[in-house]
């Protein structure tokens, strides 16, 4: 048998709709502002010619996904006698976002460099950069939980120098200046959790890298280099008292609701 709901049954979504909304009212961030960019670079010279320094940079034009990438490329290629070749190039990107509850992000800065065959006029330079950082304030206690992990690899031949490498990611009370949580390490996992007073914080991740090499007149050489952040922050209220009581007598008039609308 087919049973039709009464008018009274609006009442149980619009009671539904008060319970979500006094759940959610109990967690959430107000966002004051954001910088979110992107810098790469590479240069390329071998002999007398030169190709570069060519530089890209790119910013987050507001609060929403930030999902971009710039890959600057130097090529050089001198031919007297032998082809003498010298490449480089800088890559930075990122992906991050922006909520009430939760800040995600994962950014990457790389630099590629080659200089072949054996020579003593070769040279290459670059550097990439990924940087992540978000102001905002709460007004009332609440808890934070922070998880990823930094990772930091570098790769040369030819007898080549290292890469410098970085990345960070940390958390701080502005008011106070007070440091809540920090990576502390280019590589790891990241872990981290705890109280979050009244005030104004900043959270910020920095991924970079730079290399600069010139040729063997023995070895071919090449240099890689990758720094990386990954990681997740959310943000949740701690509700008082009255709000667990308030929300366990909207749950009964919900019930009570649901119970009419079945019997009609």
Avoid at 81 to 101: H, Y
Avoid at 102 to 107: H, I
Avoid at 125 to 143: G, K, R, T, W
Wanted: aromatic share 8%; glycine share 10%; proline share 5%.
């Amino acid at each position: 048998m087919k049973t039709n709901l009464s008018s009274n049954c609006p009442t149980r979504i619009a009671l539904f709709a008060a319970f979500i909304g006094a759940v959610e009212a109990s967690a959430g961030v107000s966002l004051i502002s954001h910088n979110r960019t992107l810098d790469a670079s590479a240069e390329a010279i071998a002999g007398s010619v030169v190709d570069g320094p060519h530089a890209e940079s790119l910013a987050a034009p507001g609060f929403g996904v930030f999902n971009e990438a710039i890959e600057p490329f130097a090529l050089a290629i001198s031919i007297s006698g032998n082809a003498l070749v010298a490449s480089a190039q800088g890559v930075a990107k990122q992906n991050s976002s922006l909520g009430l509850t939760a800040f995600t992000a994962q950014g990457v800065a790389s630099v590629s460099l080659t200089l072949l065959p054996p020579s003593s006029v070769l040279s290459g330079e670059a550097s990439a950069e990924s940087f992540f950082e978000v102001f905002f304030s709460i007004d009332e206690p609440m808890q934070f939980s922070l998880s990823g992990s930094v990772d930091t690899q570098a790769i040369t031949t030819g007898g080549a120098g290292d890469p410098a490498l970085d990345n960070e990611v940390a958390l701080v009370r502005t008011d106070d200046n007070t440091l809540i949580y920090s990576s502390g390490a280019n590589d790891g996992n990241l872990l981290g959790s705890g109280p979050l007073a009244p005030g104004n914080y900043r959270l910020w991740a920095q991924a970079e890298v730079s290399a600069t090499q010139v040729s063997s007149p023995l070895f071919l050489r090449t240099v890689s280099g990758i720094s990386e952040f990954d990681f997740q922050m959310l943000v949740s209220g701690i509700p008082e008292t009255s709000t667990y009581v308030s929300a366990l007598g909207l749950m009964g008039l919900v019930a009570m609701a649901g119970f009419r609308c079945a019997r009609r």
